[in-house]
Nanobody, 124 residues
Framework: QVQLVESGGGLVQAGGSLRLSCTAS????????MGWFRQAPGKARDYVAT????????YYANSVKGRFTISRDNNNNTLYLQMSSLKPEDTAVYYC?????????????????RGQGTQVTVSS
């Protein structure tokens, strides 16, 4: 079992930055590939970024490429999402998820563990 808790969300102006954290407890964090997802009001949950177990491989949705950076600290059981140049369309609840498949799926439903989410609101 893995418990995931997101933090770091909040209200920020367009063009600003935020760093989200996802702290994991339970089984070895480094054995899980991780992902960030988001869901805006009235919309489906979207893939944002994924990272391999070692942190050496990352992928991003086109909508965030060049603005967001996913990273992890396996010594401290924490996943990060550094968000810069934020836009109002980035407003959503952001979720982290853990996969024990050995790779990071882009489909949220394929993950084994998920957090409760943290709200990010970007004002124009």
């Amino acid at each position: 079992q893995v418990q995931l808790v997101e933090s770091g969300g909040g209200l920020v102006q367009a063009g600003g930055s935020l760093r989200l954290s996802c702290t994991a407890s339970g089984r070895a964090f480094s054995s899980y590939a991780m992902g960030w997802f988001r869901q805006a009001p009235g919309k489906a949950r979207d893939y944002v970024a994924t990272i391999s177990r070692s942190g050496g491989t990352t992928y991003y949705a086109n909508s965030v490429k060049g603005r967001f950076t996913i990273s992890r600290d396996n010594n401290n059981n924490t996943l990060y999402l550094q968000m810069s140049s934020l836009k109002p369309e980035d407003t959503a609840v952001y979720y982290c998820a853990a996969s024990n498949r050995g790779w990071a799926p882009v489909d949220y439903d394929d993950y084994d563990y998920r957090g409760q989410g943290t709200q990010v609101t970007v004002s124009s």
